[in-house]
């Protein structure tokens, strides 16, 4: 069955230095998602993508988050300067279609630590 | 705007007892709303989902939810608990984005 996977499984980084984690939606999807969870608080959206363009972001994707589709498989999220509150765990999304009753299918995700 | 809410953070059964994990939703439009597990270590994982075809929508491993306007409710159940249910639920609306509750931990004992 395709799935969606992420990488790295675990990144610790540095406050202030930069991170790319990396999603492979499945293959026939056409719109991306980043979600992130911070310890203990529930799961939140940051980020839709379709077409080459956001479709809707959230009032935490603020200027230090991108998104990318580098090449037509890859899924990108980059944090520019990272702050010891973007500790979370990252989930990467993705679904056929944008329709309210289709399935968003997730990565297991990246557990992002900033020191 | 949507939203959801998940009442108990814990939740903790007995091998073949009933579970139930309650979810209620606040919504102006009729709502989509899904349910996901989260098995340690693993990404999310859809249950089940209501978009309004049926008020009792059943799910894999053996779980179902019932959607209940009057109650502004979807709560999951599942009639046997397993040792392997043993997970993080959690209840979502979705508009275009998911809207997630804050999750139930589920522990099973033997």
């Known amino acids: 069955e395709p799935e969606v996977t992420q990488t790295p499984s675990h990144q610790v980084t540095q406050m202030g230095q930069e991170v790319i984690l990396r999603c492979v939606p499945i293959s026939n999807h056409l719109y991306f998602y980043w979600y992130r969870q911070i310890l203990g608080q529930k799961v939140e959206f940051l980020v839709s993508?379709?077409?080459?363009?956001?479709?809707?972001k959230s009032e935490i994707f603020d200027d230090q988050f991108s998104v990318e589709r580098p090449d037509g498989s890859n899924f990108t999220l980059k944090i520019r300067s990272t702050k010891l509150e973007d500790s979370a765990m990252y989930f990467c999304?993705?679904?056929?279609?944008?329709?309210?009753?289709?399935?968003?299918?997730f990565g297991p995700g990246t557990r992002l630590t900033v020191l | 705007a949507q939203s959801v809410t998940q009442l108990g953070s814990h939740v903790s059964v007995s091998e073949g007892a009933l579970v139930l994990l309650r979810c209620n939703y606040s919504?102006?439009?009729?709502?989509?709303l899904f349910w996901y597990v989260q098995y340690p270590n693993q990404g999310l994982q859809l249950l089940l989902k209501?978009?309004?075809?049926?008020?009792l929508v059943k799910g894999i491993n053996g779980f179902e939810a019932e959607f209940k306007k009057s109650e502004t409710s979807f709560h999951l159940t599942k009639p046997s608990a397993h040792m392997s249910d043993a997970a993080e639920y959690f209840c979502a609306v979705k508009a275009d984005k998911l809207i997630f509750g804050t999750g139930t931990r589920l522990q099973v004992f033997p």
């Open positions: 919504s102006s439009v009729p709502p989509y």
């Open positions: 993508f379709y077409n080459n363009e956001i479709s809707e």
């Open positions: 999304a993705s679904s056929e279609a944008l329709t309210s009753t289709d399935t968003q299918y």
């Open positions: 209501y978009t309004s075809a049926a008020t």
